[in-house]
């Protein structure tokens, strides 16, 4: 097998490819995009999913379950990786991730937003309290992808609470505009030159991309 050849290239950057183009399309919109920690982190997982499978996957399987399961020891194994990445979902603080927006826009818009909610929130410099929802958390912006996670603070946190402040939090950043990022149009730029060499390389290559498929599934 050759060091680099086009199956494993495509396997291993194909997902992340994908990726790129999703967070580009979500960075370059002018509309804010909400979502939670745990859809954020899978999103990671499934397009990392490649690089594990062409590095550490078959990197350390173990022979003998390849000899007794042959191709289906990948599903095994992809298996046992999805349980990793939710293990590692469910064990993670609640949070929120805002696309396309900066801090300066979103403050106003929580402090609203948990003002509606429970009159006795309170901030203490970028930390957020909101004692009748038992939430609290804190502001951590990133300032390149101009987006915002809202992150818990403390072990103690109602999960309730945290659901009702990601859905009044969404219906306040509806009507937001926001300018439109070059980084975003740079991501969409990068995953589709990835693309471009993925197809051009599995049709130019479809020999070596025949014997690496019989390799890696034992046939």
Not at 115 to 134: C, E, F, M, T, Y
Not at 142 to 164: D, H, I
Request: hydrophobic residues 50%; contains cysteine.
């Amino acid at each position: 097998m050759q060091l680099f050849d086009p199956l494993h290239f495509v396997i291993g950057v194909g997902p992340l490819a994908v990726y790129l183009l999703l967070i580009g399309i979500l960075n370059y919109s002018r509309k804010p995009f909400l979502t939670t920690g745990s859809r954020d982190i899978s999103a990671l997982g499934v397009a990392i999913s490649g690089l594990m499978i062409v590095g550490p996957m078959e990197l350390f399987m173990p022979p003998a379950a390849a000899d007794r399961f042959a191709g289906w020891v990948w599903l095994l194994l992809l298996i046992f990786y999805g349980l990793c990445v939710s293990l590692f979902i469910l064990l993670m603080r609640p949070r929120l991730v805002i696309y396309n927006v900066s801090v300066d826009q979103l403050r106003p818009i929580l402090m609203k937003v948990v003002h509606d909610i429970d009159k006795d929130g309170r901030w203490a410099g970028d930390s957020l309290i909101v004692p009748n929802l038992q939430i609290q958390l804190h502001v951590e912006p990133s300032s390149v992808l101009r987006n915002v996670q809202l992150v818990s603070s403390g072990p103690k946190q109602s999960l309730e609470g945290w659901l009702k402040l990601e859905e009044r939090l969404n219906e306040a950043l509806q009507p937001i505009q926001s300018l439109r990022n070059p980084v975003g149009l740079g991501m969409m730029i990068i995953a589709g030159l990835i693309g471009l060499t993925c197809t051009v390389w599995m049709l130019s290559s479809p020999a070596a991309v025949a014997q690496s498929l019989n390799e890696m599934l034992r046939l």
